[in-house]
């Protein structure tokens, strides 16, 4: 079926939401239900794919991990698909986290596909909530069509900060500015909610799947 939409189901995440903003925008999606369905061949149907999720840095990578996701999104990527994270679906793309610090001798790493960490805001009042302004990059994809400061609804204690700037498409800013969204090639993500922000978001949506 062409470009059908995998939304990654790994026990976590916002999936009714995000499928619910593909089924407004009519696009052709459904649930990832294992590791296998992100390989070539027999059974990998899909196009493109959708990494949603929230929650601790440590739980999620360790799911991954545990249930052979991490390899698999690794090898979609580095294969140079298109692939979307939001929220932590962003965050795990980095290398480390300061959610997840060192603990007897162990690092819970992240994905490592981009080099950087995650790191805790400076400020007190955290997590983040709400609606919050985000500078595009007039080159961006994603953000094509859309205003060049529009808002977008947020949920966040962690902000990723890539060593690459030239990665950056997006920024806001909540204590300090900070890096909202990245894209290189086929891989983009962004920390903040498209699925949760309005007529912005679903065009957002729409931009990727359809670049």
């Known amino acids: 079926m062409r470009n059908l939409i995998g939304v990654i189901d790994y026990g976590a995440g916002n999936l009714g939401s995000v499928m619910n903003a593909l089924k407004r925008l009519s696009l052709e999606a459904r649930l990832v239900k294992g590791p296998e369905e992100l390989l070539p061949g027999p059974g990998g149907?899909?196009?493109?794919?959708?990494?949603?999720?929230?929650?601790?840095?440590?739980?999620?990578?360790?799911?991954?991990?545990?249930?052979?996701?991490?390899?698999?999104?690794?090898?979609?990527?580095?294969?140079?698909?298109?692939?979307?994270?939001?929220?932590?679906?962003?965050?795990?793309?980095?290398?480390?986290?300061?959610?997840?610090?060192?603990?007897?001798?162990?690092?819970?790493?992240?994905?490592?596909i981009v080099k950087g960490r995650v790191r805790r805001f400076p400020g007190r009042k955290v997590p983040q909530i709400g609606w919050n302004e985000t500078a595009a990059l007039p080159s961006s994809k994603l953000f094509r069509g859309l205003k060049s400061n529009s808002f977008f609804y947020y949920i966040h204690s962690f902000y990723a900060d890539p060593e690459d700037r030239a990665l950056v498409s997006g920024e806001a800013e909540y204590y300090l500015r900070y890096c909202s969204a990245l894209e290189?090639?086929?891989?983009?993500?962004?920390?903040?909610?498209?699925?949760?922000?309005?007529?912005?978001?679903?065009?957002?949506?729409?931009?990727?799947?359809?670049?």
């Open 45 to 112: 149907d899909f196009e493109r794919i959708i990494f949603p999720g929230d929650g601790h840095f440590a739980t999620a990578m360790l799911s991954l991990e545990s249930s052979g996701y991490a390899e698999a999104i690794r090898s979609w990527i580095y294969a140079d698909r298109p692939f979307l994270g939001i929220c932590i679906g962003l965050q795990l793309l980095l290398e480390s986290s300061e959610e997840a610090p060192p603990a007897e001798g162990r690092e819970i790493r992240g994905l490592g």
């Open 184 to 211: 290189r090639g086929a891989l983009a993500a962004v920390q903040f909610h498209p699925e949760k922000s309005g007529a912005a978001g679903l065009r957002l949506l729409s931009n990727w799947a359809e670049e």
